[in-house]
């Protein structure tokens, strides 16, 4: 009887398990996306360039810092430096 009560305790917990599981996987996105963007979708798992790619707005951001963004996942280096 002890073991019927320990296997149905444990199909509980999967359940609550799966269920905790399922829910936080929908509404995990990466940090670095912006609202609106569906990370699912994209394959390479890589944001937008610029600003209002963003999760959050850096301080300050320039020609050059927009440049870089706009290279990545390049290796080379932008033309305006």
Same mark, same amino acid.
């Given at each position: 009887?002890?073991?019927?009560?320990?296997?149905?305790?444990?199909?509980?917990?999967?359940?609550?398990? %799966?269920? #905790?599981?399922?829910?936080?996987?929908?509404?995990?996105?990466?940090?670095?996306?912006?609202?609106?963007?569906? @990370? /699912? $979708?994209?394959?390479?798992?890589? %944001?937008? #360039?610029?600003?209002?790619?963003?999760?959050?707005?850096?301080?300050?951001?320039?020609?050059?810092?927009?440049? @870089? /963004? $706009?290279?990545?996942?390049?290796?080379?280096?932008?033309?305006?430096?």
């Amino acid at each position: 009887m002890a073991l019927l009560k320990l296997a149905a305790a444990g199909a509980a917990a999967y359940v609550i398990y %799966r269920a #905790a599981k399922s829910q936080q996987s929908q509404t995990a996105t990466p940090a670095a996306f912006a609202k609106g963007e569906d @990370a /699912d $979708e994209n394959f390479a798992k890589v %944001r937008s #360039a610029g600003t209002e790619g963003m999760h959050s707005d850096p301080k300050e951001w320039d020609k050059v810092d927009q440049a @870089a /963004d $706009e290279s990545f996942p390049a290796s080379d280096p932008p033309a305006t430096y």
